[in-house]
């Protein structure tokens, strides 16, 4: 038999060429073009003709006939060389777990053949699965080590053939057909001389390891399109990288288990984010696949595994706020907003008195805020009228500052808020503006909006007027030194006097005042913990709620008497009511709040039930909340200090706030929650009042009051509770990371 010769390209210095071998004399009606036209055409068309013809001249007579009539010779009729009536002693080859195995045909069972691999095994196989047949055969009665030794001889010389195979080569004159191509016609163009099985074999073989040119089908074969070639070349270097990540990821992670202190080198970093996306996310992880396979190897628990490793590395902390990660929440500024700030021009400027800004700063302005605030947007003054008083409410002019559009404007707009956690607070704006150039710092004058409300002694609002101002704060003070002074100073007195009747005249108009108390969770410098109970009720707490929302109610009528959209606050009616303006019980007011509507942001002025009041806006914290930026900057419009947003910016505002606002909100309880319950988590065992809320199908649900966090007991606690009951439960387990709490009847 003559030696194969296959196909293979040639550098002629200007591009590739096909050369090959001897081939056979062919009949008149084929003549194939000459060496010298082959060189002169340096054309691949006229070389694929000459092959396909070539190989026709092989096919047999049929196929010569097919060809005449314009029929192509590559495409696949039926599957070629498979015998329906094989005999014995055929070879054959078929697919195991992504496996060529070679067989010989020893009969046949139940509808299926009885054969003989070459890793002498009997098996029995359906012959529809076969991938190849040979048409040379073995002699059965030589023996099984014969039969066995002569198909592993077989696989050799076809493996070794397989490797003469060019299929870079083959593809680079197939492509351009686009067409499917049977087994026989590969063979005749990667081999010379006689085509036997081996080379069908080999062919196929071939194309079935490397499926980087060919679409693979065991008997016929379809050239892919350059375009998808580049495109599973990238998926297999994909796969190859992938591959590669898990199996050093997941050795590296081995050696980290076993080395006291580790740390993170460079080229580990994409572990690090791989681990960290499949523990926060799990099956919404982009990288949840190789993620779990990294898991699998390194030995890892699936569950805790990487948190506690992610802890080891000093990555994370035994606290580390999860959420934080899974909103992709930033406590620091990009560079470019920083930047931003620090640009020529945007150092405080001299408060002054003009045309626009009234000077304010003969009045006594004082702050009210919780301990520890350092940006500081509204204050209060207050004056005796005849029998009432004039009320200023005055919120920082943060606009003035702060120009629509620019890259800390963006920065704000996609935060939504600041967010005040336990052991965290992220500002809305950087430092230098929320805690210095904006912020209504004590001894110094500001610039501000200040709205002045002329209220006789029931504190109805007589008249108000809302303008650009300059004020002097004299006084910074904390909620817990109001509320010692409010009977000894008489601002504050008049102030307290004040909120009192304004809440009484929102009560008398329907409005619903929850008095639950807030919860406070403190983290001291030794990770200590404090849980308290803040009595929102207080004096100076009721001082500032009740003069903010007046400030903010006042704001909507201004707006709608000048028919001007904003960002206003409704909200429909209760699903019920269950306290009055007496207050009512605790369990009134907890399960007063599961009734209430959601609140509506829009455009339009509409009324807010809960607040009790037919317009409301929100604008007293511009430094800490987007909405209120952007209200005060609709009201500067008002006042001619800037242009007025559009209808559709404002409805571009309230849409991208509302995004992250519901996650902030979140995570601001979820947060007091966990902190909460890690208080808790060194008290297992403990005793606690509880008050049953509700009887659902398999459980009560109860109230810890002094925490003011639900849990649930079983029906079968040994006890029959009602709802409002007062009731003991024990401690029986608490997990902050997972937010679990199971308690016991005590």
């Not at 068309?45 to 096919?59: F, G, K, Q, S, T």
């Not at 934080?324 to 500024?333: A, K, N, P, Q, V």
């Amino acid at each position: 038999m003559e030696t194969p010769t296959r196909l293979k390209h040639v550098d002629q210095g200007s591009g590739p060429r096909l050369t090959a071998g001897s081939r056979p004399a062919t009949p008149p009606w084929v003549r194939p073009p000459s060496l010298k036209e082959l060189w002169r055409d340096r054309a691949l068309d006229a070389v694929l003709r000459w092959v396909v013809l070539h190989i026709a001249n092989r096919a047999s007579s049929k196929s010569q006939n097919d060809f005449r009539r314009g029929q192509s010779p590559l495409t696949l009729v039926h599957p070629i060389g498979i015998d329906r009536n094989m005999d014995s002693g055929t070879i054959v080859e078929y697919i195991d777990r992504k496996q060529i195995v070679c067989a010989v045909v020893l009969g046949r069972k139940n509808q299926k053949l009885r054969m003989l691999t070459e890793h002498n095994r009997e098996i029995g196989h359906a012959e529809k699965r076969l991938a190849h047949v040979a048409r040379e055969r073995l002699d059965p009665g030589i023996g099984r080590d014969a039969l066995v030794s002569s198909l592993q001889n077989t696989v050799e010389t076809r493996r070794q053939l397989q490797k003469q195979i060019d299929i870079e080569a083959l593809w680079g004159v197939l492509h351009e057909e686009a067409t499917w191509i049977n087994l026989d016609a590969m063979a005749g163009f990667s081999f010379d001389g006689k085509i036997s099985s081996d080379h069908t074999s080999a062919v196929m073989r071939a194309l079935f390891e490397d499926r980087l040119y060919f679409k693979f089908d065991t008997h016929r074969f379809l050239p892919h399109s350059p375009e998808r070639v580049a495109q599973i070349a990238a998926q297999a270097a994909q796969e190859a990288k992938k591959a590669h990540t898990i199996e050093e990821g997941s050795k590296w992670i081995r050696a980290a288990l076993e080395t006291q202190h580790s740390p993170v080198p460079p080229d580990k970093e994409e572990i690090i984010e791989i681990l960290k996306s499949f523990y926060l996310f799990q099956k919404d992880s982009p990288h949840y696949d190789i993620g779990r396979e990294i898991v699998a190897r390194s030995g890892l628990e699936p569950n805790d595994g990487p948190f506690n490793l992610l802890v080891k590395l000093g990555i994370w902390n035994q606290d580390e706020n999860l959420n934080l990660h899974r909103f992709g929440i930033s406590d620091s500024f990009p560079p470019e907003v920083m930047a931003a700030v620090h640009q020529p021009g945007s150092e405080k400027t001299k408060a002054r008195p003009d045309g626009k800004r009234q000077d304010l700063t003969h009045l006594s302005t004082i702050t009210i805020d919780g301990q520890g605030t350092l940006d500081f947007d509204d204050a209060i003054s207050i004056e005796p009228e005849g029998d009432g008083f004039r009320l200023w409410i005055h919120i920082t002019d943060v606009s003035h500052f702060l120009r629509k559009g620019d890259a800390v404007d963006e920065e704000a707009l996609a935060r939504g808020s600041s967010i005040y956690m336990p052991d965290k607070r992220i500002p809305m704006l950087p430092q230098p503006l929320a805690e210095d150039l904006c912020s209504l710092k004590e001894g110094q004058d500001s610039l501000a909006i200040s709205i002045m409300a002329r209220l006789d002694r029931s504190a109805r609002v007589l008249e108000y007027e809302i303008f650009p101002s300059i004020i002097h704060v004299d006084r910074q003070m904390t909620y817990f030194h109001a509320n010692l002074m409010v009977d000894q100073d008489p601002e504050l007195a008049a102030v307290y006097e004040v909120a009192k009747k304004c809440r009484q005249l929102r009560l008398n108009t329907g409005a619903i005042q929850l008095t639950l108390p807030e919860m406070n969770a403190w983290i001291d410098s030794n990770r200590e913990i404090s849980v308290t109970q803040i009595n929102r009720e207080s004096p100076s707490r009721l001082m500032v709620s009740e003069c903010m929302i007046l400030a903010n109610w006042l704001a909507g009528r201004f707006f709608r008497s000048h028919g001007q959209s904003t960002v206003y606050r409704a909200q429909p009616e209760p699903r019920g009511r269950l306290i009055d303006e007496d207050g009512g019980t605790l369990y009134q007011n907890w399960m007063q709040r599961r009734l209430l509507s959601r609140v509506i942001i829009g455009i339009e002025p509409e009324s807010h039930s809960g607040l009790g009041l037919d317009v409301y806006v929100t604008l007293t914290s511009p430094l800490r909340k987007y909405f209120d930026l952007a209200t005060q900057r609709q009201l500067r419009g008002l006042l001619g200090l800037e242009t007025l947003y559009s209808d559709d910016e404002l409805r571009f505002i309230i849409q991208t706030v509302e995004q992250p606002m519901s996650y902030i909100t979140a995570l601001q309880r979820e947060r007091l929650r966990y902190w909460i319950l890690r208080y808790l988590e060194r008290h297992v065992g403990q005793k606690e009042e509880a008050m049953v809320l509700e009887k659902r199908r398999n459980r009560y649900i109860a109230l810890l009051t002094k925490y003011m966090i639900e849990c649930s007991l079983p029906l079968n606690c040994g006890a029959d509770l009602r709802p409002e009951d007062t009731i003991l439960v024990k401690l029986e387990r608490v997990n902050a990371r997972f937010d679990t709490i199971g308690v016991s009847l005590g």
